[in-house]
């Protein structure tokens, strides 16, 4: 039985050439089912105006939009931040332990060292693992219950084991956290360096910079 064209891929790349349809449903399929953003060069659709345009349409049309990691080097799909914020509406999708295990290491392996300056002001990848002794004590969480957290983290992708193992080495963010988009991205980076640092610079002009939002927000008729 021969399957049916699926509509949206039909209205969205329906006009172009085979050579182009072949590399936006390449890419399309690159983005979206990689375990890591994908390099430039295995993604020819982005070099044609006509092919990249197509490419986003289609995300978008799937709720989805073209993350850069790296910018012009390398990228990936992720949940537009619109979509995003419509699906998490009331609803939580992580566990309490989870979210408190995955905190500590962002925590340990971002904001810290982003605070200290050995980190990109814009990234959520971190050559700073985190230790399990250190998530064990900062948890609260009993020991069996985080690790399990750690299993679920890990296999979901939000973190990864860093070379040397448990002992050597420790956790770190992971592929899945490259995801998010630039709306989504900030909103966690500011939370992460409240959490972390709440008396430097960049907390003061964080917090101060919300209350004007605010304040702007409350006085709109």
Known sequence: MTARPNPIFEQTLGHLNDRQREQVEAAFALLEYSSEPVHRQFLPALEDATSRACLQRLLQRTGRTLVEVAPGLRYTSGFDDTIAADLTAGWQPMGEMDRAVLTVILVNSVAIPRSEEQLHADTLSSPYP???????????????????????????????????????????????????????????????????????????????RRRSQQQKGNSTP
């Open 130 to 208: 985190t230790a399990v002794t250190e998530i064990l004590r900062n948890t609260k969480i009993p020991p069996t219950e985080a690790r399990a957290a750690l299993t679920r983290l890990t296999a979901s992708g939000l973190v990864k084991l860093a070379r040397g193992g448990e002992n050597d080495g420790g956790y770190v963010p992971g592929p899945q956290l490259l995801r998010l988009a630039p709306a989504a991205r900030e909103r966690l980076q500011e939370q992460l360096i409240l959490a972390a640092a709440p008396d430097h610079p960049l907390a003061s002009a964080i917090r101060e």
